[in-house]
């Protein structure tokens, strides 16, 4: 279902709050009184239209229309949900639920994004204390599920569990988050100001290490795998010291989840291994050094007068599909990366880049002939079929254990990335790749060469 | 560099260094008398092996050897690095520490991966104190890159920072990770003891909100890129209570990353979807939901008489390349879901596969007539050409505001999942491809199908 909400406070949580609405279908209401806050607005809705559907392979509903509005009455009146957003100032939020309460309608969700403030605390003042809730996110709302809610009615928490479900959020009863980061802050900030440690560490043990482990299953489902750290942690005290008071419910802790097998901790590692290469990607976190020993081990090309070694590597899990082998998209990522780094043989380099030139794939034939699994270690190697002019022709040969498993043609076009139309290569580039050609020429090449699908030859 | 390796106890800890420095070409020498040691290394052994190489883009160096021994003095005796992973007691350690000192050389470099115990507690009885140092990890060791270092001898540190770099992981100076751990596990054991909050609410509001957001930079570095409640917490106490000292180092916090930007906050996003697709793919932490939600939202095919809707998306920003558009083995991951889409329509589904049937892809054929930029909306329209005997010719096309960006021309081959040999399909798949087939016969089709690379018709 969707409907009217109103964003009473458009900052970073509230904006947060106006993108995963707006995106979920919802008319978004905005009220917020600073200048400043239409374009915050419309830089989060722009990020949120860009990432929050890349989370899914399917499209996202129409979005909703967005309003801003001078005053609360006009905002909240008819909106089904009204969600506020305020400084964690109590005394102005009590002022601000009454305005609401008097303009709104009875049976509309009313909740708070406040994360320090307690319900009862924000229902103390309030015209109809049982409509108040506290839903608490977690920012980048439009992206992170978490929404923690504490809203005693069952009925209004059942309405509440339906539309955050259905805004893709995942809502978990009560309010912990905030607690929890308080101690580790708490501890960390003793640490510093003790001079045991600095917040560059602080930084680099959650990042480097226990928050990518916790993303999966939180630190007791991390515990029950039977992890090190967390395990010993539990039991014995992981800061040396003895517990003060022995925690008597550690058999609810076992209970959290269910043990670990071989099978999780092989899925553990595939989803490490994704997240880590998604960290990779953007130079962050733990991925952010891992491009750097790529970088420190491409393979040498060998001489031009064969083809050119352009990739070399292994299969990951994730590369392979319910078939059980390697998925065929990873049959044109790895061409397209052997492609790159012909391309930088070439010189086709950042600097090359950004003087406007670059090649663009036009056509693309691959032949399987063999699987690869899990794990297998496979090389390509690249042979210039062509190099006058804009085209690039080039014929990749992908074996494992020096099996031939698939074949890859591509047709590429020298362009402007300007105009994005065809131009030919400047010079270095367009030398080498002729030099690179005219050594090829004289190699012979294998029998799918400039073949059509279903072409018997 | 790489060298010889001791590694003394061979428990989750243990064995995850002895395939981290296995993988990273070293020999490695095990010490374990516990009959099950063995097993368990080799299963993680095994593990590691199949997922640390998926982190890189380039081959990892020809891995070690790995031998057992019965002794300590066998295992330590011409190794460089030595390192110990005994049960957290101390006792034990400082023996095993004077039995390792007295058959090892006196520059390997002794560490203990103990997460408790002091350096100097470690030191206490050893026959040369100064060679003892601790290194603690995290558990995978072989995938999380976190090693925290504490040796106050600046030659050695650097010798280790060395080593650790080269097997792909981050020192980083000091041991944080189990006082922070321990702090948020007292509170979360706390609020459990006193009724305030489950076990499992403390996973959630890990693995869906703070666990992802701080696996880029850390508490600290969200902080500082605004995220409301991360600042909150560091300015205002986050549990509501005023801080008892005031963090009179906060300068220092701030200086521990840059400020944020709108760029900072795109990077972020697309991390965070990255990082929430890895885990969709296994179906864990924040993208446990997200498949649910696309099932949920599958496009209706319309009618067999008209090319049917086999896929609807936009472009994520990591699908993206250095030309600025949707990168040349996308297209064949969104055809290679338009086909995986085209064969749940004929009833290839879970059962189906498990009854030992399925097509592989034999040949694919793309033509890229337009660009795709990051957030564009396309869709894909299937046909198909053939679908007598074993053989699916399929024949894809990708629009975008109604412009043909794409074409792509698949054949396909049902084969047994058994001999993973052509096969022909099943009842009632069979059926359903041929009326598929017949219907769209009549329908005309693109100039480009059938066409070979550089093929002018």
Not at 224 to 239: I, K
Not at 401 to 410: I, K, R, W, Y
Not at 432 to 457: E, K
């Amino acid at each position: 279902m969707t409907g009217i909400v109103a964003i009473i406070g458009s900052g970073v949580i509230g904006a947060g709050w106006a993108a995963r609405f707006l995106l979920g279908g919802w008319h978004v209401r905005v009220f917020d009184p600073d200048p400043g806050a239409e374009t915050r607005l419309e830089a989060t809705i722009a990020r949120a239209k860009v990432s929050l559907p890349g989370l899914y392979d399917t499209p996202l509903p129409p979005p909703g229309r967005l309003s801003l509005h001078a005053t609360i009455p006009e905002a909240v009146s008819g909106a089904t949900w009204i969600q506020e957003n305020l400084p964690e100032r109590l005394e102005l939020k009590r002022k601000v639920f009454q305005t609401i309460q008097a303009a709104c309608a009875p049976e509309a969700i009313l909740a708070s994004s406040s994360a320090g403030l307690t319900l009862d605390a924000l229902r103390a003042c309030a015209t109809r204390p049982a409509q108040i809730c506290a839903i608490r996110p977690c920012d980048p709302v439009y992206l992170l599920p978490l929404a923690e809610v504490t809203c005693p009615e069952p009925a209004v928490a059942d309405r509440i569990q339906a539309i955050l479900t259905g805004l893709g959020m995942i809502p978990s009863d009560g309010s912990v988050t905030q607690s929890l980061q308080a101690a580790l802050l708490r501890r960390a900030l003793e640490m510093i100001r003790d001079g045991e440690a600095s917040p560059v560490q602080i930084d680099e043990a959650l990042r480097l290490g226990l928050a990518p482990l916790w993303s999966q299953r939180g630190p007791f489902g991390t515990a029950s795998d039977g992890a090190g750290p967390a395990q010993f942690a539990l039991t014995e005290g992981a800061d040396g010291k003895a517990w003060t008071d022995s925690p008597a419910d550690t058999p609810a802790l076992s209970r959290s989840s269910p043990p670990a097998s071989d099978a999780r901790f092989v899925q553990r590692d595939a989803a490490l291994v994704g997240m880590l290469r998604a960290l990779k990607a953007e130079t962050v976190g733990a991925g952010a050094g891992l491009a750097d020993a790529d970088r420190a081990r491409v393979p040498a090309q060998g001489a031009d007068t064969a083809p050119l070694l352009t990739a070399a590597r292994t299969v990951p899990r994730d590369w392979a599909d319910y078939n059980g082998h390697m998925t065929e998209a990873r049959y044109l990522h790895a061409f397209g990366n052997a492609t790159d780094r012909f391309m930088e043989i070439l010189g086709v380099d950042a600097d090359y880049l950004a003087s406007g030139g670059s090649f663009f794939t036009a056509e693309t034939h691959i032949r399987h002939l063999a699987e690869l699994r899990i794990g297998a270690a496979f090389e390509i190697r690249t042979t210039c079929l062509d190099g006058t002019g804009k085209r690039m022709h080039l014929w990749h040969e992908m074996r494992c254990d020096g099996v031939l498993v698939a074949t890859g043609e591509h047709m590429l076009i020298h362009v402007s990335l300007e105009t994005r139309r065809p131009a030919p290569p400047a010079s270095p580039v367009a030398e080498a790749l002729a030099r690179i050609a005219q050594a090829h020429a004289r190699l012979a090449t294998g029998p799918g060469v400039g073949r059509a699908i279903g072409d018997p030859r």
